[in-house]
């Protein structure tokens, strides 16, 4: 089996974000100008609810690819491809940054 090369750079929550768990999906919603931005909201399943909540102590994308292959049957290339896409859709829509030293 090849070896994955995964980043072992941490990514948490902004700030600019709050979440809630409403009936097994969690709901993340950018603050925007002091507002809840509702046109931009965020609906995750129970595996991206999952994600998220790793990203609340801060969690790498290895440390996802891990956590998923324990507890699915899938390949950890395809984890990986699959959580890559995730974090840099997050990333880009700002839900979540690098965590600082």
Do not use: C
Request: charged share 20%.
């Amino acid at each position: 089996m090849p070896q994955v090369l995964l980043s072992a750079e941490k990514y948490v929550h902004s700030s600019r974000v709050v979440s809630r768990e409403v009936a097994g999906e969690t709901l993340v919603v950018p603050i925007r100008g002091g507002v809840g931005d509702l046109d931009s909201i965020f609906s995750f399943n129970p595996l991206g609810s999952d994600l998220w909540n790793l990203l609340t102590g801060g969690a790498s994308v290895e440390e996802m690819v891990a956590w998923v292959v324990e507890r699915y049957e899938v390949t950890a290339e395809q984890a990986a491809t699959d959580i890559e896409a995730f974090v840099a859709e997050l990333s880009r829509s700002g839900l979540i940054h690098p965590q600082e030293s």
